[in-house]
């Protein structure tokens, strides 16, 4: 498939490029290189690196597909795990970063660079910032790494090394290999990910909400795998692990974006017997068979992007998925199928007002929502949400960039007031009698915890720790 925006930096010597010469290469090595490949842990002053840490699906594609022709050592800070200060044994270090972690991520590119080893940075943050990555790295690769795996792989086994690598096409997801889990799972602090088994089955988002990174990088692209190979990966899982009701957590941006594509997926997933849980954006979500073919087909949890309630915020995101005269449907139908709801919310936004606030706490308690996540909205690098608040924003410490700093005054509210306001409504939200009111009649199970671990958390929140 096209991407939208082509920049073909692609080289046109295709045979050199081919897998085949890739082939004949990588039997002609002598000894494997080694890679040294890191998801790092952030500095944020926010637990979102702490405690249980999801399995980092993106670098285990990495592993699995850069693991057919290098030996590969997975290191994964969040777990305790660390990177060495002298890597030697080392050929190629290669790290994943998003904006929270990009600090760190090029403080292991510098350290392994001044030791002379071929550097290179992936994932959102060097994709969006490809200029500033480029000043801690060998390479950096643009988006996906399997739509560039032939050439970045010949150019490391040639010592040919660019400064970007970018595909001017997308590789169908039909060849995407299953993820080798061995990789993240020989660690011995291993016991610190999340029991939920990361799985994709589509990618790419075309909603084209503008703060959000994936029409960026992808575009109005939505491909998909083939409903057998999902269903394949999830029996894999199942044989592994010995029963069936395994809990399988989606990756998608937009698992439901093609409805035909979705629907046929649930009713081969009911016949299974796995739990799972996705995020998913509202688009038909109001239907009800769509909400009871999704409990029937193992969904114990869907975490919905309400981000507001407010209609002028909606439209200045362009989040068209979102349809308020929908909300309070999409969340009985969820309900009526024993479906939990994670609801993320943003504030921040110019249109947001101290009424904006008092209409989430009411929309969230009146429509009992289980787990509500609230963030302040953050103009990622690179999105069109950036460029067009780059002079008001209060900072560009990527440390911050964790959707819980405050990042400029809206037009609407002061800063003060803002946080004021967004310190109240979690407290309100996750005091106690709160929690009954929205959790009363709910199966005793992980929401539940993780309702009182917010309890104590929201009891010592202060404004300040936003700033
Ligand atoms: C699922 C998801 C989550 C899950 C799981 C996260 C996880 N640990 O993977 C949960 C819900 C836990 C989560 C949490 C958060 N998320 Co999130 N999440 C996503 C989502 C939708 C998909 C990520 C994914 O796994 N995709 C599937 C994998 C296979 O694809 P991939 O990550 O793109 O990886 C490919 C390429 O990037 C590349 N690549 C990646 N790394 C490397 C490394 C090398 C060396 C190479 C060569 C290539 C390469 O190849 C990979 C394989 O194809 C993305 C959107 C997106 N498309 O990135 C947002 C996204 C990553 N999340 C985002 C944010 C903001 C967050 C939170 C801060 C939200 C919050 N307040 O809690 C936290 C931070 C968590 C953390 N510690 O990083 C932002 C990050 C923006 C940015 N610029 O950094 C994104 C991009 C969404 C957005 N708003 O645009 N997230
Ligand atoms: S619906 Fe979600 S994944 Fe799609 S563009 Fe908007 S924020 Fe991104």
Same mark, same amino acid.
Request: net charge negative; charged share 25%; hydrophobic share 35%.
């Given at each position: 498939?096209?991407?939208?925006?082509?920049?073909?930096?692609?080289?046109?010597?295709?045979?050199?490029?081919?897998?085949?010469?890739?082939?004949?290469?990588?039997?002609?090595?002598?000894?494997?290189?080694?890679?040294?490949?890191?998801?790092?842990?952030?500095?944020?002053?926010?637990?979102?690196?702490?405690?249980?840490?999801?399995?980092?699906?993106?670098?285990?594609?990495?592993?699995?597909?850069?693991?057919?022709?290098?030996?590969?050592?997975?290191? #994964? =800070?969040?777990?305790?795990?660390?990177?060495?200060?002298?890597?030697? $044994?080392?050929?190629? @270090?290669?790290?994943?970063?998003? /904006?929270?972690?990009?600090?760190?991520?090029?403080?292991?590119?510098?350290?392994?660079?001044?030791?002379?080893?071929?550097?290179?940075?992936?994932?959102?943050?060097?994709?969006?910032?490809? #200029? =500033?990555?480029?000043?801690?790295?060998?390479?950096?690769?643009?988006? $996906?790494?399997?739509? @560039?795996?032939?050439?970045?792989? /010949?150019?490391?086994?040639?010592?040919?090394?660019?400064?970007?690598?970018?595909?001017?096409?997308?590789?169908?997801?039909?060849?995407?290999?299953?993820?080798?889990?061995?990789?993240?799972?020989?660690?011995?602090?291993?016991?610190?990910?999340?029991?939920?088994?990361?799985?994709?089955?589509?990618?790419?988002c075309p909603v084209g909400c503008n703060f959000c990174t994936t029409p960026t990088i992808y575009g109005k692209n939505y491909r998909f795998r083939e409903i057998d190979f999902v269903i394949e990966e999830m029996k894999y899982h199942q044989e592994r692990l010995g029963k069936k009701n395994v809990n399988l957590s989606f990756m998608d941006d937009n698992i439901s974006f093609r409805p035909k594509y979705f629907l046929e997926l649930l009713e081969e997933m009911a016949k299974i017997g796995i739990r799972w849980n996705a995020n998913i954006s509202m688009n038909f979500l109001h239907k009800p068979e769509v909400a009871e073919l999704a409990g029937r087909s193992g969904c114990d949890l869907l975490s919905i992007g309400f981000e507001s309630l407010n209609p002028e915020t909606l439209k200045s995101v362009h989040k068209g998925s979102n349809k308020l005269s929908n909300y309070g449907n999409v969340v009985s139908n969820l309900h009526k199928n024993g479906i939990a709801i994670q609801g993320y919310f943003m504030f921040g936004f110019d249109n947001d007002s101290e009424e904006s606030f008092q209409l989430t706490y009411d929309f969230i308690?009146?429509?009992?929502?289980?787990?509500?996540?609230?963030?302040?909205?953050?103009?990622?690098?690179?999105?069109?949400?950036?460029?067009?608040?780059?002079?008001?924003?209060?900072?560009?410490?990527?440390?911050?960039?964790?959707?819980?700093?405050?990042?400029?005054?809206?037009?609407?509210?002061?800063?003060k007031k803002l946080l004021e306001n967004f310190v109240k409504l979690q407290q309100e939200v996750y005091k106690g009698r709160a929690i009954m009111q929205r959790m009363k009649g709910k199966p005793l199970n992980w929401v539940w915890l993780a309702n009182y671990m917010m309890h104590r958390f929201t009891k010592k929140l202060k404004p300040e720790i936003y700033l």
């Open positions: 498939m096209q991407i939208d925006q082509p920049e073909t930096i692609l080289s046109s010597e295709s045979a050199r490029y081919s897998e085949e010469h890739l082939k004949q290469l990588a039997s002609e090595q002598k000894s494997r290189k080694k890679w040294l490949l890191v998801q790092p842990v952030s500095n944020t002053s926010m637990m979102v690196d702490s405690g249980t840490v999801s399995i980092p699906l993106n670098l285990l594609m990495v592993a699995t597909l850069a693991g057919e022709l290098f030996d590969i050592t997975f290191i #994964d =800070e969040r777990l305790g795990d660390t990177v060495p200060d002298d890597l030697s $044994e080392f050929d190629v @270090v290669a790290v994943t970063s998003r /904006t929270l972690n990009a600090s760190k991520a090029y403080a292991i590119g510098d350290l392994a660079k001044v030791q002379g080893k071929i550097v290179i940075l992936g994932g959102v943050h060097p994709t969006m910032a490809r #200029d =500033e990555a480029s000043d801690h790295c060998t390479s950096v690769v643009y988006g $996906e790494i399997e739509s @560039v795996w032939t050439e970045l792989a /010949t150019d490391i086994l040639q010592d040919t090394m660019k400064e970007v690598y970018k595909a001017s096409t997308l590789k169908s997801m039909t060849n995407m290999h299953h993820p080798d889990f061995g990789y993240a799972l020989q660690s011995k602090k291993s016991k610190k990910y999340s029991s939920r088994i990361p799985i994709l089955a589509t990618k790419g308690m009146e429509n009992k929502i289980e787990f509500p996540v609230f963030s302040l909205v953050t103009p990622f690098p690179g999105t069109p949400y950036f460029d067009e608040m780059k002079s008001r924003l209060r900072h560009f410490d990527w440390n911050k960039y964790d959707t819980y700093h405050y990042m400029f005054e809206p037009t609407k509210m002061g800063g």
